[in-house]
């Protein structure tokens, strides 16, 4: 089809076109008629597979974190003489060991925006599995790859940062298909979730397959199962509703009315950078990315770390006791995405003021239970103001992480790509900071870890709360309005009686 321009009018028919009441009313009969039958629905089983998706993401992240454990820890070696001695496998100094931890983050950090820019141009979901599958393939080779040279083991955690990078990025590419208006929230933000149900899942998992098989079997089953994974999206997830042949004709319109955009097509799309760039709603969404992985890094790092030296837990305990406000957030991210959706679907209040409730809400209460377990005298009360301050966070998570696509739906990729880019700062800042603060292991000196994360979170809500917004930005209608409406209003009616005939037919 050529391209044309699109006269006023024509915007003004398709606008209201999705928004009229008879489309409205076929909205609720189609999801009345299908709403306990969850696996009728495609964009629920994109959702659930993008979370597995995540859960493999982070999986495939932390398992060094475990598996370095064993491989420096002294083992019994029995010398040519007969003689018992304990050494480790990998006689690494503390430097090397921070090298070879930190590596990833290196190739992750870079690929960020590239992603993003790249799932605009070829298709979220396949840049998704190609990302999710590399990073899988590389950990089967990262055992042999050890014991050959510590340099291509740094090597290939680079490389698989640099595939990995692009998994935050390009799933708005997907959701900005996928995903219908008023649902948009609550998919992300479950799909998010796996990250953490992949953290909390995968770190007891790597100790038993540790004890039982061996460092190297972390590496092969994790990355077996992150292959099977890549297999089933590649099959199953299209790159949008419209080229999915099992959809059926009442969802596929309703997405179409809701998403609140047509599909546009890759090649079509023009990123307005300098726009961007200088939009304060976009860096409203980068500087509370910033601050909630700020407290996020902190933590996943030092968490365990913090628990040995001001409450003397034993190793074995500070994992377990580790996992729990991680557990909480990933409960938490169900919750918030769900409320943030309905408050939306009644019209209670607008979706900026959504958007800066639950991320400035979640930011200030941080800020105060941050500063409260840096002021706990017990184990117990610890635990308990570090679960809510990080749980909290699946409520600002439903602010920020889902704001690219109300702005932007178009660039929302690219978007992400940005603020993911700037919130990987602090994975690599945060660490060494907090170590040169935390010489002598007091209590007073992690204190001052806690004030800096409690007041980059109060900076975060600050900033989001006064620039924030989630209206669609001026430069997305103006640079992209041919792009977005480049075919005529009857188009969505057309793709819908061409899926009607397509089902009757089969």
């Known amino acids: 089809m050529e ?66 454990v064993a491989m420096t820890e002294p083992v019994p070696t029995e010398l040519e003489n007969g003689t018992m001695v304990y050494v480790p496998e990998f006689d690494w100094s503390p430097q090397t060991k921070g090298l070879v931890l930190s590596s990833f983050f290196y190739g992750y950090l870079v690929t960020q925006l590239p992603g993003g820019w790249l799932a605009a141009k070829i298709g979220g979901n396949r840049l998704f599995a190609i990302g999710v599958g590399a990073t899988s393939l590389l950990t089967l080779f990262t055992p042999p790859l050890a014991h050959t040279s510590t340099g291509l083991l740094v090597t290939v955690r680079v490389v698989e940062g640099l595939f990995e990078g692009v998994t935050y990025p390009c799933i708005h590419a997907v959701w900005s298909r996928w995903a219908p208006h008023d649902e948009r929230t609550r998919l992300a933000t479950f799909a998010f979730s796996g990250s953490y149900v992949g953290t909390v899942v995968s770190m007891p998992v790597c100790s038993m397959l540790t004890k039982y098989t061996g460092w190297p079997g972390i590496f092969y089953v994790f990355g077996i199962m992150g292959l099977v994974w890549t297999t089933v999206w590649w099959l199953i997830v299209k790159e949008s509703p419209e080229k999915d042949p099992h ?7 309703y997405i179409q009315e809701t998403r609140g955009t047509m599909a546009v097509e890759g090649s079509k799309i023009r990123h307005p950078w300098c726009a961007m760039l200088r939009s304060a709603p976009v860096w409203a969404i980068v500087m509370a990315h910033f601050s909630e992985n700020w407290g996020f890094y902190t933590l996943l790092t030092f968490l ?10 034993e190793t074995s305990s ?74 909290l966070g699946g409520f600002a998570w439903s602010g920020f992480s889902v704001n690219h696509l109300d702005i932007a739906p178009p660039h929302a990729s690219v978007l992400m790509g940005l603020s993911n880019t ?28 806690f004030f800096i994360s409690s007041g980059i979170y109060l900076l975060g809500a600050v900033v989001y709360g006064t620039f924030a917004s989630a209206e669609r930005q001026p430069w997305v209608l103006e640079f992209d309005v041919d792009a977005t409406f480049d075919t005529d209003a009857s188009s969505v009616t057309t793709a819908y009686e061409n899926k009607t005939e397509r089902n009757s037919e089969m």
């Open 422 to 449: 700037i919130a990987t700062l602090p994975g690599i800042i945060s660490p060494p900071l907090a170590g040169s603060i935390v010489t002598d292991k007091t209590a007073e000196q992690w204190r001052y870890v």
């Open 247 to 253: 959809i059926t004709a009442g969802e596929l319109r």
């Open 3 to 68: 391209e044309s321009t699109v006269s006023d009018d024509l915007k003004r028919q398709a606008a209201m076109f999705y928004n009229s009441t008879e489309s409205g009313r076929e909205r609720k009969e189609y999801t009345d008629k299908i709403s306990w039958r969850f696996w009728r629905r495609r964009r629920l089983v994109v959702a659930l597979l993008a979370f597995f998706g995540f859960f493999n993401v982070y999986a495939l992240r932390v398992n060094l974190s475990v598996a370095v």
């Open 304 to 313: 365990p770390t913090f628990m040995q030296d001001v409450f003397g837990y």
């Open 318 to 391: 500070t994992g377990w006791v580790s996992a729990v406000p991680y557990l909480a957030m990933s409960v938490v991210l169900q919750v918030a995405g769900h409320m943030a959706d309905w408050l939306l679907k009644m019209d209670l209040m607008t979706i900026t003021n959504i958007r800066k409730l639950f991320n400035c809400g979640a930011f200030l209460a941080q800020t105060i239970f941050m500063i409260a377990a840096a002021y706990s005298s017990t184990v117990v009360g610890c635990v308990i103001c570090l679960t809510i301050a990080v749980g």
